[in-house]
């Protein structure tokens, strides 16, 4: 398992999962049974394939050193992605990352992480 996963939901997720100190998944999650995860190098192939043109979007940074009931398992076009299959403690969230829409509706990316 890589040091760390990648989380987009929205402001209003983030603020939700902020006041309850844990998050239980976007609406998408919650339908599928487990929260959907990203590797780095698929936040921004994640970001125009569900979240093309949206803007509002937090980027949550995650440590799995300490994760239970992760599952890296194939997706519908066969890439391996990180599933979680319980909430999320923010305690695990090691980064906070705005997204914004540039003037085109593309997400800017400039973040180091």
Known sequence: MKKFIYKICNN??????KKGKRFNGTKKDRLDGFI???FKQQVKSTL??????KDKLILLKIDTSKLNNIIIERSSDDLLFPHLYSYLDLKHV???????LNKKGEHN????F
Do not use: D, G, R, T
Not at 12 to 17: D, H, P, R, V
Not at 109 to 112: A, E, P, S, Y
């Open 48 to 53: 125009n394939k569900y979240f093309l043109k």
């Open 12 to 17: 209003l997720e983030w603020a939700n999962a």
């Open 36 to 38: 959907h995860f990203s």
């Open 94 to 100: 090691k980064k906070v990352y705005k997204i914004f």
């Open 109 to 112: 990316l400039k973040l180091k």
